[in-house]
């Protein structure tokens, strides 16, 4: 359908160009702190003026940092939910953090929240959680999360021997929440994991033709290689 998209002056008042007259229109309002607002089925004619009252929001601006150190955590999902209710549609919005590790909700009804990390939409098992409760402005909220640790090794054969490339390696932890998968390099039966959770992990390493090998509690720890 037909389109038209107008920015309001310094007092507010707005033009919009190119309405057909006598149709009807679905009106989107939106700005930075104030909640949007939605008019469906509005009938414009010419010279018609519309006023729209928007009601003040909340902007959540959540950052999300490793511990210790508070180094700024790019591409993190974070989850906001509306405290207090299970119902399908309680408001709930999920924002990826930008080089800054910043997510920012620009338009939120105030309130009370569960601000959560995740590493995916569907993750159930969040990194952290908090409870927030959102007024009028902007609230900026601080997540800190443990520092990833990273898994090194060599893989060799009875012969010691490097293993040939393409070994696949496969972690799970103990709780059953993570899962990653590497391979080893090319004539050096090396391999580097990093950005591991902290947990105990079984490692499985396979390659065709033979009998997985499994390694059980193999603890990694934040910030540490292992």
Same mark, same amino acid.
């Given at each position: 359908?037909?389109?038209? $998209?107008? /920015?309001?002056?310094?007092?507010?008042?707005?033009?919009?160009?190119?309405? /057909?007259?006598?149709?009807?229109?679905?009106?989107?309002?939106?700005?930075?702190?104030?909640?949007? $607002?939605?008019?469906?089925?509005?009938?414009?004619?010419?010279?018609?003026?519309?006023?729209?009252?928007?009601?003040?929001?909340?902007?959540?601006? &959540?950052?999300? /940092? #490793?511990?210790?150190? @508070?180094?700024?955590? =790019?591409?993190?999902?974070?989850?906001?939910?509306? *405290?207090?209710?299970?119902?399908?549609?309680?408001?709930?919005?999920?924002?990826?953090?930008? @080089? @800054?590790?910043?997510?920012? #909700?620009?338009?939120?009804?105030?309130?009370?929240?569960? &601000?959560?990390?995740?590493?995916?939409?569907?993750?159930?098992?969040?990194? *952290?959680?908090? $409870?927030?409760?959102?007024?009028?402005?902007?609230?900026?909220?601080?997540?800190?999360?443990?520092?990833?640790?990273?898994?090194?090794?060599?893989?060799?054969?009875?012969?010691?021997? =490097?293993?040939?490339?393409? &070994?696949?390696?496969? #972690?799970? $932890?103990?709780?059953? @929440?993570?899962?990653?998968?590497?391979?080893?390099? &090319?004539?050096?039966?090396?391999?580097?994991?990093?950005?591991?959770?902290?947990?105990?992990?079984?490692?499985?390493?396979?390659?065709?033709?033979?009998?997985?090998?499994?390694?059980?509690?193999?603890?990694?720890?934040?910030?540490?290689?292992?």
């Amino acid at each position: 359908g037909h389109s038209v $998209d107008a /920015v309001t002056a310094e007092d507010g008042s707005f033009r919009l160009r190119g309405v /057909v007259p006598d149709a009807r229109w679905h009106i989107h309002t939106a700005h930075t702190g104030y909640l949007e $607002d939605e008019r469906a089925d509005q009938r414009l004619s010419r010279g018609d003026t519309l006023r729209i009252i928007l009601e003040d929001g909340a902007v959540a601006e &959540v950052r999300v /940092v #490793f511990m210790p150190g @508070k180094t700024p955590v =790019p591409g993190m999902q974070v989850r906001l939910r509306q *405290a207090g209710t299970q119902e399908p549609q309680a408001e709930e919005t999920s924002i990826t953090t930008n @080089k @800054k590790g910043i997510a920012q #909700f620009p338009r939120t009804r105030p309130g009370k929240y569960i &601000v959560q990390c995740v590493r995916d939409v569907a993750d159930e098992n969040p990194i *952290a959680s908090r $409870d927030v409760s959102l007024t009028s402005g902007t609230e900026r909220i601080e997540m800190g999360i443990p520092s990833p640790g990273e898994l090194a090794g060599r893989i060799t054969t009875d012969s010691r021997v =490097p293993a040939p490339e393409g &070994v696949l390696l496969h #972690f799970r $932890d103990d709780q059953q @929440k993570h899962e990653f998968q590497a391979a080893t390099k &090319v004539t050096s039966g090396a391999y580097t994991l990093s950005g591991v959770p902290e947990g105990r992990y079984t490692v499985r390493a396979s390659v065709a033709e033979s009998a997985p090998i499994t390694r059980q509690n193999v603890r990694i720890t934040s910030g540490n290689r292992t």
